[in-house]
């Protein structure tokens, strides 16, 4: 089963809520996707994985390296991962929350987002 991308927008920053599963067969049209979806003037990305039932090896990898892209820009990565989400002990694992911070909700991960935001020097 191929992941589903649905894409939202909050205050400028887009919100990618993935549903099915994210492995080698998917991961790489998945990556761009989401690389293309945070413009510059974004503070970050926030990935839903309310809806995930699969993590595969190359889905961390790609979290990993999509959250070292955006933190050379400037921008950050925040995770929602419900309690009990079949990928929460996955990201358990590989301590994600260095790099892109879990957060239970996506209003906590949107908190957590706009804090970031307002540490940021305004837009020339």
């Known amino acids: 089963m191929l992941a589903d ?3 939202e927008e909050h205050a400028g920053n887009p919100i990618a809520r993935i549903r099915g599963e994210i492995d080698m067969s998917n991961v790489g049209e998945l990556s761009l996707t989401l690389q293309n979806s945070v413009v510059q003037t974004a503070a ?3 990935i839903d994985f ?3 039932d699969y993590l595969d090896s190359a889905g961390l990898h790609f979290i ?3 959250g070292k ?3 050379d820009r400037g921008q ?3 995770l929602v991962v419900p309690p009990g989400s079949p990928v929460a002990a996955v990201l358990d694992i590989v ?3 260095s790099l892109a911070p879990r957060a239970e909700s996506l209003e906590q991960a949107l908190e ?3 804090a970031h935001a307002s540490d940021l020097p305004p837009a020339p």
């Open 44 to 46: 970050g990305l926030v």
């Open 50 to 52: 309310s809806e995930t």
């Open 76 to 78: 950050r990565l925040y």
């Open 5 to 7: 991308v649905q894409f």
């Open 112 to 114: 957590r987002l706009d």
């Open 95 to 97: 301590n994600v929350d």
């Open 69 to 71: 892209r955006l933190r």
């Open 64 to 66: 990993f390296d999509l």
